[in-house]
């Protein structure tokens, strides 16, 4: 009876055990069958759309591109002025300063005043002031004190800190920039050889030729700054004429002319 006993018990768990396995393996089988199929117990993050015309952000990781600094700009709010080999330093446009220095001087135009002091213009700012660009056609009685002579068409242009002067009856004028190519050296006086003999300014000089040379062209009726269409025989006579009219005039100047 005994033996019968343990022979049930054995068969039982044989039993179990076969079934047991039958299920592991059915199980492996199964998922032998699907290797394509995420585990979605690791990770359920969708990756984000890219559009193909924008860079995906996740991987660029660029720095903006940042512009080139001016190395004529100080960091002191100025700028050296190179042009026509100008190099003076000036205050940025758009500096702000508490008050005027007690040496400037004051121009209308326009309704609007204008201050100007060490070659820079300032209009009011609430109750400071703002270096500015003055308007082109604002006429003053003095120039600044450093500047530069260029010469277009064979008449002097005064430069300085990006602004252009002319000069126009008992004074100058803010001009547009010359259109043609302007010259540092002045054009030649007809091979006429000017001395100052009173020890004229740069300044001063380049302003009586200006006279002389138009005094000269309404005298003569030639202007050899001009083409001319002229016949050359004609041409050379009123060449003369206006060689001999420069010279009356520029030595009444305090000018020897040879």
Known sequence: MNNIHKTNRAFTLGLMLALLSGVMLAGSAWAAA???RPDRRVSRERPAAVRPDQPD??????????????????????????????????????????????????????GARYYFSGGAWYRPYGPRFSVVIP????FLPFLP??????????IPYYYANE??????GDGYVIVEPPKEEP????????QMFIYPRLGQSEQQQAD?????????????????TQPESTPESQKMEKRADYQRAMSACLDGRGYTVK
């Open 34 to 36: 699907q290797p394509d």
């Open 57 to 110: 952000r996740r991987v660029s990781r660029e720095r903006p591109v940042v512009a080139k600094p001016d190395h004529r700009r100080l960091d002191d709010g100025r700028f050296r002025d190179s042009r026509y080999q100008h190099n003076r330093f000036y205050p940025t446009r758009g500096h702000i300063i508490g008050a005027m220095p007690r040496d400037h001087r004051v121009v209308v135009h326009g």
């Open 163 to 168: 602004v252009y002067y002319a000069h126009r």
């Open 183 to 190: 010259s540092q050296a002045p054009p030649p006086a007809e």
């Open 208 to 224: 009586d030729r200006y006279e002389c040379h138009r005094w000269s062209v309404s005298q003569t009726d030639f202007d050899p």
């Open 135 to 138: 308007p082109v056609g604002l």
């Open 145 to 154: 004190p450093y500047y530069t002579t260029i010469w277009v068409g064979g």
